[in-house]
Each structure stands twice: as C-alpha cells, then as structure tokens.
C-alpha cells in the first residue's frame, strides 16, 4: 500500500489534529462490475476539529481493477 500524503493542515478549518477512520459492514465500497466481489473496507483521514474527510482509501485497491473497462 502506498504511503498516506503527509497532511498539513485542514483546508477547511485549518486545523492540524486528524484522526483515522475506517467503514464496514454496509459502507465497504463494491467493484462496479463485479457482482460476486465482497468489496473493501474505506479508511479515512479526518480532521478532527470539523470533521471534513481528508482522504479516503479503500483497503484492498487491487479489487477495483479492471472496472472502469
Ligand atoms: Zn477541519
């Protein structure tokens, strides 16, 4: 997995302190076209002053390939 961009600051609030956060269960992001895939797990970054979502990554990026064929 590539390395997280180092983040500055918040371009929203300007704030400096963010934390982590992933999504499971119902929010795991599917492969368009691929029916029978269980898709990813998406972790966030995310400031914690504002809660604006930085970044976004899903886990397991190899599953998307081929979808936008
Ligand atoms: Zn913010």
């Given at each position: 997995?590539?390395?997280?961009?180092?983040?500055?600051?918040c371009p929203k609030c300007a704030g400096r302190e963010f934390g982590?956060?992933?999504?499971?269960?119902?929010?795991v992001m599917l492969p368009i076209n691929?029916?029978?895939s269980f898709g990813s797990e998406?972790?966030?970054i995310i400031c914690t002053s504002c809660g604006y979502i930085i970044e976004s990554y899903v886990k397991k990026p190899e599953k998307f390939k081929g979808t936008m064929e």
């Open positions: 997995m590539k390395q997280l961009s180092q983040i500055e600051e982590r956060g992933k999504q499971n269960g119902y929010a691929k029916a029978m998406v972790e966030h």
